[in-house]
Nanobody, 120 residues
Framework: QVQLVESGGGLVQPGGSLSLSCAASGTIYSIYGMGWYRRAPGKQRELVAA???????DYADFVKGRFTVSMDTAKNTVYLQMNSLKTEDTAVYYC??????????????WGQGTQVTVSS
């Protein structure tokens, strides 16, 4: 009922920047928050950043000061600006949305993932 379409990502050199975006569409009654996870090869999925619809953001320690998450509530879109990228940031990045599709039904939806590769 809710679809997420991610864009951005790609290959960048260490120290460079990339921007990701993720737009939610479908049967949306209310969005409580959106965010980003990542999964590196051989590692478990980990939270990168999250933001509530009220604008309160939270970051994993390993991206604080380098990544910025933001959300456009009018567009149901979440963004992730990634600066000072490191090789260890290489991963597939997944966006998610904490969404209500009706006044009584709430859940999560996930994007398909986008590859971010940091390499010289």
């Amino acid at each position: 009922q809710v679809q997420l379409v991610e864009s951005g990502g790609g290959l960048v050199q260490p120290g460079g920047s990339l921007s990701l975006s993720c737009a939610a569409s479908g049967t949306i009654y209310s969005i409580y928050g959106m965010g980003w996870y990542r999964r590196a090869p051989g590692k478990q999925r980990e939270l990168v950043a999250a933001i509530t619809s009220g604008g309160s953001a939270d970051y994993a320690d390993f991206v604080k000061g380098r990544f910025t998450v933001s959300m456009d509530t009018a567009k149901n879109t979440v963004y992730l600006q990634m600066n000072s990228l490191k090789t260890e940031d290489t991963a597939v990045y997944y966006c998610y949305v904490d969404v209500a599709v009706s006044s009584w039904r709430r859940g999560e939806a996930w994007g398909q993932g986008t590859q971010v590769t940091v390499s010289s």
